[in-house]
């Protein structure tokens, strides 16, 4: 199925434009640092969104974490790296512990609304845990008319060693707001403190991918269990945000080894992570 018409105008959109005066150049790829704990963050494209976590700066145990939108004018989902990238701001907020940058803000502007997400790094001096917190702000900017849009997580990591992929993924909570993946090396856990998600999915990692690139209407199916394999959890959030009006997303991440996986954990996951390379 085509895609509609805007989300093909968002495509062509997708071009970083110059800083405020004064401001630093926006970028393509932003690195943020927390003691041990490193990640980094695509800004741009269809496959925006963070694509290195790591607990020690060695092996990545992240694919992607990306975000995807729907609006009512819209047939189908597309990366919010999609849209026009209009701000961007890194800042350091643990300066007496860690002078580097731990903090990414940034703006995104669609045709009557923005969407405004923050990731904020902490990690660990000795390596092994890493934790996010993320806040994703939906502003309707028109003066008129309501915002009806769907909004779409997607995280697929890497926690298992072995010749083929071995993680499970879970929804888990009364309201479904906690998502879990688990391997042999490592569990990671996110909660959504608010609101609550309308729809979930725990599934295979491509085939939930393909859904939101497919070019047709996504709507998740509410699968609570996954694995093991290719594991990977999707949530989406169905909003109408009034004139003028905004929703606020916020949730907490946290990553930390299976128990009794500490020694093998480097070792094992060269195989099927990615090393840092810098």
Not at 77 to 98: C, F, K, R, Y
């Amino acid at each position: 199925m085509r895609r509609a018409s805007l989300c093909a105008t968002l495509i062509a959109l997708a071009v970083t434009t110059p800083a405020l005066a004064g401001e630093p150049p926006i970028t393509s790829t932003v690195f943020l640092a927390d003691r041990q704990a490193t990640a980094d963050i695509a800004l741009t494209g269809p496959a925006a969104g963070m694509n290195w976590l790591s607990p020690d700066n060695e092996i990545s145990r992240l694919r992607l974490q990306g975000f995807w939108f729907r609006t009512a004018q819209m047939e189908s989902e597309a990366n919010i790296g999609q849209l026009q990238l209009t701000g961007q701001a890194v800042s350091d907020t643990n300066p007496g512990t860690d002078n580097r940058p731990d903090t990414l803000a940034l703006q995104y502007t669609g045709p009557g609304f923005t969407i405004e997400p923050t990731w904020k790094l902490r990690g660990s001096s000795h390596g092994g845990q890493a934790s996010v917190v993320e806040l994703i702000q939906i502003n309707n900017t028109s003066r008129t008319a309501p915002l009806v849009i769907s909004f779409f997580q997607y995280s697929n990591f890497v926690l298992s060693i072995g010749a083929a992929p071995a993680d499970t993924s879970q929804i888990h909570g009364t309201v479904n707001n906690t998502a879990t993946q688990s391997g042999n090396v490592g569990f990671l856990s996110e909660t959504v403190v608010t609101p609550s998600p309308s729809r979930w999915s725990a599934g295979d990692a491509n085939t939930l991918l393909n859904q939101l690139n497919d070019g047709s209407s996504t709507t998740l199916d509410n699968a609570t269990l996954f694995g093991p394999g290719n594991a990977a959890w999707a949530y989406q959030w169905d909003f109408t945000i009034p004139a003028g009006g905004s929703v606020l997303i916020s949730k907490t991440k946290q990553l930390v080894p299976t128990p009794g996986a500490a020694l093998p954990l480097a070792a094992g996951l060269v195989l099927i992570g990615r090393r840092r390379r810098r």
